[in-house]
């Protein structure tokens, strides 16, 4: 087995995301990914049935809209969605995230529609 000895700079990676809303992976962690992501305006509301979902923002702040109340984010703070609870990303300025999820988790969840879209690697 090959071992890298390179670390993952993530202000690095970032810099190389253009497109808002499309997850990058960046590293793998047994069967979860680790990606990032730019965001700006509002995503859709979703689920994830089978899965928790983890945000931490690294720049810019992140509203996460849930059925009961508002979290919102700002630099260093992460949040995990429960899995099977409606959420809804809004970024009110440019902001950048990490996200931790299983392999193939898709970033609408069980929503679908038009901003559908399997992460890509970095």
Not at 83 to 109: D, I, K, S
Request: hydrophobic share 40%; with cysteine; aromatic share 4%.
């Amino acid at each position: 087995m090959s071992v890298s000895l390179d670390p993952v700079n993530i202000a690095d990676k970032l810099s190389l995301i253009d497109e808002l809303w499309t997850q990058k992976k960046i590293a793998g962690l047994n069967d979860y990914e680790i990606k990032l992501a730019k965001l700006k305006g509002e995503f859709v509301w979703h689920t994830h049935p089978e899965t928790d979902e983890l945000f931490m923002v690294v720049s810019g702040r992140l509203t996460i809209r849930l059925r009961e109340g508002d979290v919102v984010l700002g630099p260093g703070e992460l949040y995990v969605v429960p899995r099977g609870v409606e959420h809804c990303p809004v970024a009110e300025e440019e902001t950048a995230v990490m996200l931790v999820e299983p392999v193939g988790t898709l970033n609408t969840g069980d929503a679908g529609g038009p901003m559908t879209r399997a992460a890509e690697p970095l």
